[in-house]
């Protein structure tokens, strides 16, 4: 099997399962109880927040546990909105930011929210400068994601901090799910970002866990309410032997992280180079280094949809997908090459192979020998 499609979800490495496994069996009492087990409990929790603070370079009560990346970013968005409602009701996103982003603000339009929507050029990376242009009085909150799961197009954070440096009072939150461990952390916690947003089962931890990065000092909402745990901000029996396993996975995926950055861009330079040199192949990625993330590469076979290559490849046994996970199933066309002004027909062919350091030149060499094999069979309905 050749599994390409690592930013829908990552194994779970061995190791992460043995701690989540062996803290389940170990650490049975509830964090909030009061008897030893349940202190217990609490102090390993705690020792897990301390090493994901330690390895983001934050301090530890800026560390939240949530369920995953949309659970997190749902809760910046409404708990930013619900808690700020006083002081303005604009909020502005990018045009290529994930559904749970999307739909989020869709949600707050419908309570009397204004949306502003930031472009983003060809190569699908927002337009810094227009985010001035957006600005207003009103304006609470500013929400863009650091690495688009589509076509992996790395978005100026530096840039868009710099902008907001003179705008104190707006929030500006940061979704990082496809960041963490493919492109450097200073290039998208910034001391201007408020919020960061991550999911554990991107980076080869548990499914059902996220973390949400809040600066020390902003005012948001709670999502949940219940029995206050989380600093009374995010309700809810704790997730112990998720929540360490994922402080592992995220230190074992932050180790030699340049090694395995260089590793994965070399396996995505070696199929851009291949694919590129097929007459109806097209490239929706960038090809630049610096404004494409190393482990993702978006094309398609033009006339041929998306789906028919995917289904192709998994008789194969090499699994890719279209866009997005949390589309490709629906069918739904992809909102950032629509963004981007890819026409729909062309749209429609477009494919994600997602990499990680797991992934080898071998598995590359095969997906290359079967795609030719497809490539010919599937341009014989081209002519």
């Not at 309570?111 to 609470?140: C, H, M, W, Y």
């Not at 963490?180 to 499914?207: C, M, N, Q, Y």
């Amino acid at each position: 099997m050749i599994y390409f499609d690592n930013s829908a979800t990552t194994a779970i490495q061995r190791d992460v399962l043995d701690t989540y496994v062996k803290t389940s069996q170990r650490f049975i009492g509830n964090p909030s109880s009061l008897h030893r087990l349940g202190e217990n409990a609490q102090n390993l929790l705690t020792k897990a927040r301390e090493q994901v603070a330690g390895l983001l370079g934050v301090k530890t009560s800026e560390i939240y546990f949530t369920s995953c990346g949309t659970e997190g970013n749902n809760w910046v968005l409404k708990g930013t909105a619900f808690e700020k409602r006083p002081f303005g009701n604009h909020i502005i996103i990018s045009a290529i930011e994930h559904p749970s982003v999307t739909k989020a603000a869709e949600q707050l339009i419908a309570q009397g929210f204004e949306v502003s929507i930031l472009p983003v050029n060809a190569q699908g990376i927002i337009d810094a400068i227009a985010l001035k242009q957006l600005l207003r009085p009103e304006t609470i909150l500013v929400s863009t994601m650091a690495v688009n799961n589509e076509v992996g197009s790395v978005q100026p954070i530096i840039a868009i901090s710099e902008i907001l440096e003179d705008y104190p009072t707006i929030h500006y939150h940061v979704d990082a799910v496809q960041a963490i461990g493919k492109v450097p952390i200073t290039t998208w916690l910034t001391e201007r970002v408020d919020f960061v947003t991550l999911s554990a089962h991107k980076f080869h931890g548990p499914r059902g866990v996220g973390i949400l990065y809040r600066k020390e000092g902003t005012r948001l909402s709670p999502l949940f309410a219940g029995g206050g745990q989380e600093n009374n901000q995010r309700s809810g029996t704790e997730n112990v032997p998720g929540n360490i396993s994922t402080a592992k996975a995220l230190r074992l995926t932050l180790t030699d992280s340049e090694w395995k950055i260089e590793k994965v861009r070399h396996l995505k330079d070696s199929l851009l180079s291949a694919l590129s040199e097929y007459e109806w192949v097209s490239i929706y990625s960038s090809t630049e280094a610096a404004t494409s993330a190393p482990h993702i590469l978006c094309f398609g076979i033009r006339g041929i949809r998306g789906e028919v290559l995917v289904h192709a490849l998994e008789e194969k046994d090499i699994y890719i997908s279209t866009t997005s996970a949390c589309s490709s199933k629906k069918k739904l066309n992809s909102s950032t090459l629509e963004a981007m002004d890819i026409p729909k027909k062309e749209a429609e062919t477009a494919v994600r192979i997602s990499l990680d350091e797991n992934n080898t030149m071998t598995e590359v060499e095969q997906f290359l020998t079967i795609f030719n094999q497809l490539y010919k069979k599937f341009s014989k309905l081209n002519r």
